[in-house]
Nanobody, 125 residues
Framework: QLQLVESGGGLVQPGGSLRLSCAASGFTLDYYVMGWIRQRPGKEREGISC????????KYADSVKGRFTISRDNAKNMVYLQMNNLKPEDTGVYYC??????????????????WGQGTQVTVSS
């Protein structure tokens, strides 16, 4: 059964850091573009970062550029999101997702086929 499971969310103070992890099972990540999508309270899901199949190309939303870093380890079937200098507006549910095609742009949420269940990130003092 194809599954994506996120972990690493939690409560952090503004300026702090978190590292989200996404473990894939039931399929091989090598064939997929991977992304992180978040849903802030009262907002629609938004793609914030994606990485191509071989990890040599990444895209970021302007709101997280320079603060977040996406990476992947295909050998371990894992995807990561390092989040630094977190802000209260980063609060939301973060999803890991897989898409079939790299388009050279930050993929919107609608492009993803497989989704994890999400992990809550709360940035508050």
């Amino acid at each position: 059964q194809l599954q994506l499971v996120e972990s690493g969310g939690g409560l952090v103070q503004p300026g702090g850091s978190l590292r989200l992890s996404c473990a894939a099972s039931g399929f091989t990540l090598d064939y997929y573009v991977m992304g992180w999508i978040r849903q802030r309270p009262g907002k629609e899901r938004e793609g914030i970062s994606c990485i191509n199949k071989y990890a040599y190309n990444t895209k970021y939303a302007d709101s997280v550029k320079g603060r977040f870093t996406i990476s992947r380890d295909n050998a371990k079937n894992m995807v990561y999101l390092q989040m630094n200098n977190l802000k209260p507006e980063d609060t939301g549910v973060y999803y890991c997702a897989a898409a079939s095609t790299w388009r050279g742009i930050l993929l919107p949420a609608s492009e993803y086929t497989y989704w994890g269940q999400g992990t809550q990130v709360t940035v508050s003092s």
